[in-house]
Nanobody, 128 residues
């Protein structure tokens, strides 16, 4: 059973940056594709970014492409989301998640059902 704990959220002005972290405990972190999603109250959860188990492949939602970067450190069992040029529409609770399959090949538009382990989320608020 893996436990995921996100951190790094907060309040930032538009144009600013934040770096989210997601630390994993339990399981074999380096064997799993990891993803970041976000959700605004009243809306469906939205895919943000995904990274393969060794970090060689990553895909992004069109809305964040060129501004966000996903990365991972398998020694530290941590996945990161560097968010630059933040916009008010990036305001959401951000969740990291572990793919349900070992050595899964990342897809460009995964859904939440591809993942079975989720963190508790970290709030990101971008003021205009």
């Amino acid at each position: 059973q893996v436990q995921l704990v996100e951190s790094g959220g907060g309040l930032v002005q538009a144009g600013g940056s934040l770096r989210l972290s997601c630390a994993a405990a339990g399981g074999t972190f380096s064997s799993y594709t990891m993803g970041w999603f976000r959700q605004v109250p009243g809306k469906e959860r939205e895919f943000v970014a995904i990274i393969s188990n060794l970090g060689r492949t990553a895909y992004y939602a069109d809305s964040v492409k060129g501004r966000f970067t996903i990365s991972r450190d398998n020694v530290k069992s941590t996945v990161y989301l560097q968010m630059n040029s933040l916009k008010p529409e990036d305001t959401a609770v951000y969740y990291c998640a572990r793919h349900r399959l070992l050595y899964a090949i990342p897809t460009m538009n995964p859904t939440g059902t591809d993942f079975i382990s989720w963190g508790q989320g970290t709030q990101v608020t971008v003021s205009s």
